[in-house]
C-alpha cells in the first residue's frame, strides 16, 4: 500500500519491522467517506429564458461496492459539474452522475479515473438499524482529519427526505456535530446505519441503512425501479362516532381514504371512503400506525417502500361499504413529472413559450418558489390550485398554463400589466399543456389569436393580431434577451 | 381692569373663526367589535372621534365608518361642554355614510342645517370643518379642489364612487365633516392616503344626496350595480376583432352577474359603447355633457368627470380618517345593497343582436358613479398580486383570526 495519497492514519514510519497494524475504523472510515462537490445552474423560472448564476455544493460520499459513490442529498438536481475529493485534500477528480433517484433522493456517482479509487474501500452498510445507543457522525472538512462528531441515537421512524414524498426508513441522531443533512456517514459499532439528509436543532435526520441497501440492490439490477408510492389522502379514525358509522368494531382500527390520485398505487383499485384496516399483514391503528416487527410503531406509508418495488402487489384489507374485502394494489413508482403541478424540476429548464410578447409557461413548485414565502405570497389562484389538484393530473389536462406574464411591445398593447393567468382555451381549444398551447397557437381565428382564461380573473379574454405577433418576434428578441424559441 | 382687559384680549386673539359653522359637531362613538373568528366574543370598548353637520330634519351626517360597530355616539357642539346622546338613524356602507339623530331639542336649539351645494369646480377653493385629533373647537383647512374621479371606498372596500380629491388637509378625526365652498356643502370628508402628501378625499354630493334620498323612505336600499365585468379596449387588436369601427370607443363584457342589472340583457362578448347616450372611451371612462341625477346638476369641467375602469384597483389603500391611524383590517358587519332591475328603459333591439350595439344603455345608478363598479362576489380579480398582499398584510396586522393563513402542510393528511 502506497501510503501517499492513502488515508491511513498510522504511518509505520517509526516502526520500519513490524508488520502493517489492521486499519483502525478511523481508518476504514476515512478509507470508505469522500466529499462530493456538485456546481450547478438553475434556471430563472420569472424569466425563463435564462439562467441564474451557478452555485457550488458540497456533500458527502459513501465508498459502495463498484465501486461507485452514494450520496442522499436532493442538491443533486440541475447539476453541471461533479468533483470528488478524497482524504480531506483539495485535489479534485472529476465525477459523473451514473444514477439519480431525486424522488428518494439518491444518486450514485462514478469516477472514470482508476487512481481516484487506490486505497478506498466501501464501509458496510447495517441491515438493521439500532433504535437507541451511541451513533457518530462523519464527513471531511476542507482540508485535514476525518471530522466525526459523536452522537446518539434517538429515534427510528418514517420520514421524508430533501423533496420527497416518499415515506423512508429514517434514523435520528442527537448530535453535537454543527451543521449537517448533507449526506453525512452515521456510523454505529463499525457499521453505516444512514446517511443525513437533514438537521433541525441538534438532531440529524439520516436515510437508514436499509433503504440504502434497497437503492444499491436495485441499482445494480438490468434496470431501475425506484420506489413505490401510495398516492392517496386520508384522514384519522379517532372519532368513535364516526367508527361506528362506519360499521367499524372497537377492535379493529383504520384509516379513511379520502383521495386517491389517478396515477398512483392505490388508482383501479382503492376507492375515497375505503377503510385500510390491514396492509401486508399489518394491522392499522386509527390513526395509520402499524407494529413494525424490528422498529416498533410506524406510520403506514412505509409499507409501500420497505423491502418493495414497483410492480409488486400489496395485499390490504378494507371495509367498503360495510364490506370486508381483500384487495392487492399494485405498487407504482410516481414520478414528480407525472403530478399536476410538479413539485421540482429537474434537468430541463421551464416549458415556456413567447407569443407577441405573452410569456405562457406551465404551473410549477419552481415557478411558485420564485414568490419565496409562497405559500402566502403567491396569489391565491394558484395557491388553491396547487393544494386542490397540485397531485391530480387529469388525462385531459395534465398541466396548468399560465399568461405568466407580458413583455411589453405594441402588439400587446393594452395587456402589459397582465400577470398569472390560468389560461382555458387558445384559438377556440381547450389547453391542458405546453403543447396543447403551442398547436393551438398554430391556427389563429380569422387573423387573430384568441387567448381565454378561466373566469373569475382579472381578464377573460386577450385578443392578438396573429401578423402582428408574429413580427414582434423580433423585436422581443431584441428588447428583452429572450432567445428565438419555439 | 387691567386682569379683565388682558382676559378679552386672549379672547378676541383666540375667538373661534365666525366663518365656520356652528353646525359641525364632534362626533364621539365607542365602539365594540365582533371578533369573527370567535363569533361569540365582542372586542374591549375602544373610543374614536369623528365629524358630523346638522341638515334639516334636525339629522347629522357623518360617516358609516365613524359609527360602525357603535355602541354610544354622542354629539357635540363646539359652542357647547355636554354632549348629546345621539342614535343612527341610517348607515350606507356602500357609501360611507350615516346619518344621526338627537332627541334632546336643545341640541339644535340656534343651529342652522347647512345648504347643501353641488360639485365643485376643479381648481376652486373648498374649506374643510372638523375635528382632526379631536379638539375642543372646530378646526378648518382650506385647499383647491386636485381632481374629480372615480374610487374605491376604503370602508365597505368593494364600492367605488365619485370622489373628490383635495389638498385641503384631511386628518384623522376629519371624517364625517362638511368640505364647504360659498356657504355650501360639497362634500363630506372621508379618506386619505397615508404618507402622500396633500392628497385627502371628500364624498360630493351627488353621492350624498342619493343617499338622503334613499333613505327618505325610512329603509336604505343602496347603489345599483351593472353587475358587469368589463375588460377595457386599449389593444388595436381586440377591437378589431370584435368589429369595433374606427375611431369609437367601449369596452368588453367578459362577466354577466346572473340576476344582476344586465342579466339578461347584456352578453359576454358585447362591447358596451355609450351608457345613456354618453359615449364609452377605450379605458371604460365616460365624459359627462347634461346630466341625469338625482337632483344634483352637474357640469363638465375642463377634465370631464372621469370612471376608472373597474379592473384596476388602487395600488395603495386609502385611509378611513379616524382618531386611531392604524387600519384594524377588514370590518366586520357589510351591508350589501340589493341590486335594482333596471328602471330605466333600455333601448330596442338588444336582445336578438350579439355584438356592439350603438346605444346600449344601462341605467346610470343614481348619483353616483357611471358606469361600472366592481360587481360584488363572482367577479373580477380586482386586486392584482401587490394589492392583496398588502391588503393581506393588512389583516394579518389587525384582526389575526380573521384570515387563516394558507398553510399546504395542514390540508389534510398524504401519502
Redesign the interface.
Known sequence: MILSGCASASPPATRPNTLPSPPTLKDRLAAGIVTVRVTGQEWNWKTPWAKQGPWTRTMTGLVVPGPRILVASAGLGNHLLIEVQRDGREQRTPARLALVDHEAPLGLIEVGEPAFWQGLAPLPLAERVPTSGPATIHRWPRSGQLDSASGAVRLVRAGRHGLSRLSLLTVDVTTTMEGGGDSEVVVAGDEVIGLATGKSGDQVGAMASPVLRQFLADAAGKSYHGFARAGIGWQDLTNPDLRAALGLTRAEGGIRLTRVLPHGSGADVLRPGDVILEIGGYALDPTGQFEHPLYGRMSFPLLFTEGREPGDALPMKVLRDGQHLTVAVTLRRMQAQDDRIPPYVFERGPDYTVVGGLVFQDLTGPYLSTWGDWSRRAPPRLLVAYDREGQEPSPERPRIILLTSVLPDPANLGYQDQRDLIVDTVNGKRVGSMDDLRQAFREPQRGFHVVEFVPGQAMRRIVLDAAQAQAAAGRIRVAYGVPAGP | MILAALGLAVAAAAAPDPQAPQSVVLVQVYRSRYDWSLPWRQEAVEGSLGSGFLIEGGRVVTNAHVVADAREVLVRRPDQANPYVATVEAVGNDCDLAVLSVSDPAFTRGLKPLPLGDVPRSGSRVQTYGFPLGGQDVSSTAGIVSRVESRGYVHSGIDAHLVVQTDAAINPGNSGGPVMQEGRVVGVAFQGYPGFDNMGFFIPMPVVRHFLADIHDGQYTGFPDSGL?T????????R???GLPEGKGGV?V??VAPGGTADGVVE?GDVIVAVEGVPVANDGTIGLGARVDHGVAWRPRADPHRDLPP?RAPREQAQPLRSRPALRGLRGARVHAPRHRAAQDLRPGLAADRGPQPGLASPLPRGGAAGDRRPRG?????C??PC??RA?DLRRAGRGGAHQ????AR?????
Open positions: 365585468q375588460t377595457p379596449l386599449l389593444s388595436p387588436s381586440y378589431r376583432e370584435r368588453v367578459d362577466f359576454p379592473h363572482g367577479g373580477p380579480d380586482p392584482p398580486a392583496r398582499e393581506a393563513r394558507h398553510d399546504p390540508a389534510g393528511r398524504r401519502g
